[in-house]
Structures are given as C-alpha cells and as structure tokens.
C-alpha cells in the first residue's frame, strides 16, 4: 500500500514539474520571464534525472529486498549530491557556462533568447 502511494505521489510531482500545462510551471516561466516552452525543455532534463535516480537506487532494490529502505534514501541522497557538485553549473557562472542538458538544448534549438540568457549571465557574475 504504502509503496503504491508513494509510486502515484512522486510520479505526479515529476509529471507535475515536467508539464507545459501545469500552474507551478507557468507561474515559474513567468516569474522568471522566460518563454514556457524553453522553461519546460531547461527543467525536464532534471526531473528525468530525479525520477531515474530514484526508480534505480530506490524504487526497484527496495521493491525487490535487495537493501532497506534508509539504504535507498542515503545512496539517492548520495547520488543526487554528487549530481549537482558534478554536473550542474553555478547559476551565475563568470564564464556563463551551462551544463550539459542545457548546452544540448541551447545547440539542437538554437535558442537566442537562452544564448542571450548566458551574456547576461556572464555580464552579471562579473559586476
């Protein structure tokens, strides 16, 4: 019981971030004066990982005993950790650099506005 309301909770958080026509995702678009489609396409690639972080060192190994469930909780803790120290960039970068999902968005949409975006960044961290 409690695994399946836990499946339905979190699937509906994540489908929740990763929606276009989800309220939370429309007010965070427009407070952050970003087009709503560029802000869906910045911010799945994170929920993706989340969701499989949590489906891999969680849901399944805990669902088929293979260790408890505060194992899962401190690996994907672990896991996320060394995600964002790994992989995601400062906000306000000096260089204006992205991280890897977002380079690969800026390059197959050839997004201005998000390539304007990093100026302003780069402009910003350095005064």
């Avoid at 709503?36 to 005993?65: C, D, E, K, R, S």
């Avoid at 960044?121 to 005064?127: D, E, K, L, P, S």
Wanted: hydrophobic content about 50%.
């Amino acid at each position: 019981f409690y695994a399946t309301v836990a499946g339905v909770l979190s699937g509906s958080v994540a489908g929740d971030h990763m929606s276009p026509i989800s309220d939370t995702t429309v007010l965070s678009a427009l407070a952050s004066e970003c087009a709503l489609m560029n802000h869906v396409g910045t911010q799945a690639p994170y929920a993706v990982v989340a969701v499989l972080i949590a489906t891999i060192v969680g849901t399944v190994p805990v669902g088929f005993g293979a260790w408890p469930n505060w194992v899962g909780l401190l690996l994907g803790l672990v896991v996320i950790i060394a995600f964002v120290y790994i992989i995601c960039k400062p906000v306000l970068s000096p260089t204006g650099a992205w991280d890897p999902f977002i380079a690969i968005y800026i390059r197959t949409t050839k997004n201005e506005t998000l390539e304007q975006l990093q100026q302003d960044t780069i402009r910003a961290a350095n005064g």
